[in-house]
């Protein structure tokens, strides 16, 4: 027996299983168009929703930052200081979101997995939809907290357990805004009137919901009118905003406290000022215009419409994220094999990502994709489609 047979099961067994995920290259910016694996493909996969990835204003400010700052902070910023990009940036996106403060991390993973076990711990209870991202159930499994999964968006069952776990002292509901591998969306009103009733805090992930929701993309809790009554928003800075990052925001005592009490914040190096400057580039171009917002919306609702048309199944989506129901992973990869062979990227999501038998492609319309660009991907969908009997 060697030291890491294991591994080389468990790998067989994923190949096996059509579960192994191969990883392409990109050669270029992402755009609508993007140097994949050696050719140029078109790109409806990425999570750039409003084609920031790859902005003009955007990488201007990035490097304008590099010459000011230069490429790193060196430091944890609780212990050497914090650049003031980073503080300009949290009150101007504070005031973008319409929240109280911010609080910036290197990553929207972080930035759950700061959240959470900030805010309860042993003898208090979390309430989580059963879709959750992966990065809210890491962030759970942080804490002591006794955690309830309740079914995905079910306010009733939601609101029987917050009446059980009533004497706990402190308790934290946790959902995805958009649930980010079928874009429907959170019963956000629902919910916060049911914490509201029982005295829970509420804290929403808008990884999704960035730069796609709300006026000129503010998010969910602007979509429902909400601003005020979620008191934490999570968000992330590299899906709508092009670049990378995360952040918490909301009421002031509590963003003050992540400062003490964020474990990512405490022990782990700021975002770099090229990113930081980038997302405000970002924030400014949002305050400005919601051109590219309306743009994505435009997209998706063409695509989705052709899409459906030919007969997939693009399951419950409320958002611009469009999943091609496929089943079986197997199907899934052969799929977006033979679509890259047609020129169209889009990656298969499989288990552990979505739960088994509900593989999918994730296509993810861009503000950047024109027109020509659609048809071309409908074209594609629909012949491969025809040649795998989906449709
Ligand atoms: C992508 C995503 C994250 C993680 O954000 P990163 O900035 O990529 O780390 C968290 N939550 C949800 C719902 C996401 O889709």
Known sequence: MGKYDF????????????????????????????????????????????????????KEAARRA???????????????GTMSLHVEFERKLAAFKGAEDAISFQSGFCANLAAIPALVGAGHALFTDELNHASIIDGCRLTKAERVIYPHRDVDALAKALREHRDAPRKLIV?????????????????????EEFDAMVMVDDAHGEGVLGSHGRGI????????????????????????????????????????????????????????????????????????????????????????????????????????????????????????AKDVFVQAIVFPTVPRGKARLRVMVSAVHTKEDLDFAVDAFARVGRELGTI
Not at 18 to 46: E, H, P, Q
Not at 69 to 76: E, I, L, N, T
Not at 175 to 191: H, Q, R
Not at 250 to 263: D, P, T
């Open 175 to 195: 959902t995805d805004g958009v649930f980010s591998m079928d874009g429907d969306l959170a019963p956000l009103p629902g919910i916060v009137e049911v914490a």
């Open 7 to 58: 591994i080389t099961a468990e790998l067989a067994e994923l190949k096996a299983q059509g579960l192994y995920n191969t990883i392409r290259t990109i050669g270029s910016s992402v755009g609508a168009w993007t140097v994949v694996d050696g050719k140029k493909v078109l790109n409806m996969c990425s999570n750039n929703y409003l084609g920031f990835a790859n902005d003009p204003r955007l």
């Open 66 to 80: 590099v010459d000011e700052y230069g490429v790193g902070p060196a430091a944890v910023r609780s212990i050497a």
């Open 221 to 340: 809790a602007d979509h429902f009118g909400l601003q005020g009554r979620v008191d934490i928003e999570m968000g992330t800075l590299s899906k709508a905003f092009g670049v990378m990052g995360g952040y918490l925001a909301g009421k002031r005592e509590i963003v003050e406290y992540l400062r003490q009490r964020a474990r990512p914040f405490l022990f782990s190096s700021a975002s770099t000022p090229a990113d930081v400057a980038a997302c405000l580039a970002a924030v400014s171009v949002l305050e400005e215009t919601d051109g590219p917002v309306r743009k994505l919306w435009d997209n998706a609702r063409y695509f989705k419409a052709r899409m459906g048309k030919l007969g997939f199944d693009l399951g419950s989506s409320e958002t611009p994220i469009t999943p091609v129901m496929l089943g079986e992973a197997a199907t899934a990869w052969e799929f977006s094999r033979k679509l890259f």
